[in-house]
């Protein structure tokens, strides 16, 4: 199976191809600018930040490292998913993830507000957020699956995940 840079040069491989293509057809296709960047923000992003393989968080791995000092927060996430388990499928094992982080955003708000609100202040960010476009959040989606996708590829995982297992087999 690829090491993390592996899965960081193939990644970044097609995107950069991906990207001549976009740049030769761009007056052909219905992609605006600011689509186009939101996929490639959510492709860099499940490519360095939100991979497949922080189930293994407890070790070394280059995700975790590159949250810095936050890299512990993902620690609990290699506990609770088996390595190439239920973290590496195609369409439930990127989603773990999102909740994961969402869920995690949401115990930092909690303990923020008891902060904030045992000195005396308020915490309002919901009057401050905006939602962006639509578009924008289904680049954002489409373009972090396809990065987990890769990844998944490089390893082996096909769509149809049965063909780890059968490969697994072929070996013995």
Known sequence: ???????????IGVLGLASAV???????VDVSQPVAVAFVGGFLVGTFLITPDL???????RAKGRWGW????WVPYGWMFAHRGLSHTWV????????????MGVVL??????????LGLELDWQAQLKAP?????????????ASQWLHLLADGIWPDSGSLLRSSKRRR
């Open 55 to 61: 189930d293994l968080a407890e070790q070394q791995v």
């Open 92 to 103: 439930v094992g990127p989603l773990t993830r999102l909740l994961y982080l969402g869920a």
């Open 109 to 118: 708000y909690w303990i923020m507000a008891a902060v904030a609100g045992y």
């Open 1 to 11: 199976m690829p090491s993390g840079r592996v899965h960081e040069v193939i990644n």
């Open 133 to 145: 476009p639509q578009e924008i959040l289904w680049a954002l989606g489409l373009g972090y699956y």
């Open 22 to 28: 976009y740049w030769v057809y761009q007056n052909e």
């Open 70 to 73: 936050l890299g512990w927060f």
